[in-house]
C-alpha cells in the first residue's frame, strides 16, 4: 500500500504545511541546544520537504526519506540541495549523520503488515547506529488517546482542491484510521481520490523503553518552543551518549 498519492500529497503540501512551519524554530533551538549547529540532518518522514527546506536556510545539509514518490517529487522542488530517495523509514539505509528527525507521527504509519512494533524496535537500533556520539534524534508520535470518542468526519477546502477526513479508530486494538477523500481541480471538473491510512499507535512509555534499549537517553518534551502538539501526539528528544 502507498500512501500520499499525487493528489493527496499535493493537497497535503497546499493546505497542511502548519504543522512543519510551526514547529520548526523549536526543533531548530533544540538541535543547536544539544551541540548540532551544523553537519548532516537526516530527515525520515521528509513529505513535501517544507522542514527539509528550513534546514538548509539555517546552514544543515539534508538527507530526506519518504515512502511517496509524489512528495518526494514536491520535496525535490522545495529543497533541491537537499538529497531525497524513496523508501520506508522502518528499513531504509540511513546515512552517518549528526541528528535525525521524524515529524508528523510518521513512525505510526503502517503502510505494510511489517510495520508493526518489531519493527519499530529494529527502526530504533537503526537510528542509534547511524547517528555520531552525541547526536539527537527528534520524534513526534500519535498515542492511544488520538482515537476520538465517536467518528469524527471534516471537510477542508483550497484553492481548487477539496478534501474530506473521516477519523474512527479501535482502542482494544490501538489504530487508528482515516478515510481520506481528495478532489483536485482537473480541466472543468474534479478528479475524486480516496486513501485510508492506518496508524498504530504507541503509549509514551513503551516509546521511551525502546530507546532505551537501544542506548538513548529519552527526554519528553511538550512541544517544539511554543508550539504545542495536537492532542493525543506526545514528542520526545533522544541523545545518543
Known sequence: MQGYREDLAF??????????????????ALLRRNGVRSGLVVDLGCGSGRWAARLLTEGYDVAGIDL????????????PRAE???????????????????????????????????????????????LRPGGVFVLDFATPDRIPTHVTRNWFEGAGWALHVEVSGDRKARVLRRRIVSFRKAGSGYRRSEETHRLNLYTVPEVEKMLRS?????????????????????????RKP
Open 214 to 238: 537501544a542506548g538513548f537517553q529519552p527526554e519528553r518534551l511538550s512541544g517544539y518552543g511554543r508550539f504545542r502538539l495536537y492532542p493525543g501526539m506526545s514528542a520526545l528528544l533522544a
Open 11 to 28: 493537497i497535503h503540501d497546499d493546505g497542511f504545511i502548519d504543522f512543519a512551519n510551526r514547529s520548526a524554530p523549536g526543533i531548530l
Open 84 to 130: 531525497f530517495r524513496r523508501g520506508s523509514l522502518l528499513s531504509a539505509r540511513l546515512p552517518a549523520c549528526d541528528a535525525i528527525t521524524s515529524l508528523g507521527e510518521c513512525i505510526n504509519f503502517a503502510f505494510h503488515p511489517r510495520d508493526r512494533p518489531e519493527g519499530l524496535r529494529r527502526f530504533f537500533d537503526r537510528v542509534f547506529q547511524s
Open 68 to 79: 511517496s514518490p509524489a512528495m518526494i517529487a514536491l520535496a525535490r522542488r522545495h529543497a
